[in-house]
């Protein structure tokens, strides 16, 4: 294993993205395209970092924040460097860059199925919300809203910035 102590968390770069969807291939099968991750490099309100172990990428981590509300968009470990707290540092990172950027509540979903994403989101402190609040959000026009695409094997979890 390449020395964990040289782990750098840092701001992602264009020139990064063909790296970053290796490791998105190799971790989601719904994988994100190329030009998916371009298209948040070309807006301010992202926050794209990645995570470097002798200059070689292992990790990233997308969030998007406007104004008090910021949701983690993709987050991903290559699968040679897991549970070495790498995903937990790239997150802690995006989590702080929000919160110094005015953001005063993260939101994200997460696969019911991921046990090792959620064991994650519960020790950064986020919470799950209540099937009750599920319905209420979904019963806003039909449709979930900021809180991703509604799929019903999904959990809901946020956290407020001010409990961190």
Not at 128 to 139: G, L, M, S, T, W
Request: with cysteine.
């Amino acid at each position: 294993m390449d020395n964990l102590d040289k782990t750098i968390i840092c701001n992602a770069e264009i020139e990064d993205i063909d790296s970053i969807v290796k490791i998105e291939k190799e971790c989601f099968t719904d994988a994100w395209s190329w030009e998916s991750f371009h298209y948040c490099f070309m807006s301010p309100f992202y926050v794209n970092i990645v995570a470097r172990i002798n200059g070689a990428i292992v990790g990233y981590g997308f969030m998007k924040s406007i104004y008090e509300d910021a949701e983690l968009l993709r987050i991903a470990v290559s699968s040679s460097y897991r549970r070495l707290d790498i995903g937990y540092r790239i997150l802690d990172y995006l989590i702080n860059e929000v919160k110094n950027n005015g953001a005063e509540k993260v939101f994200l979903d997460v696969r019911k199925s991921n046990e090792a994403a959620i064991s994650l989101y519960e020790k950064m402190g986020f919470s799950r919300y209540d099937d009750a609040i599920i319905d209420e959000i979904k019963d806003f026009d039909g449709i979930l809203c900021f809180l991703g695409a509604g799929n019903i094997d999904n959990l809901f979890t946020k956290l407020y910035l001010s409990d961190k």
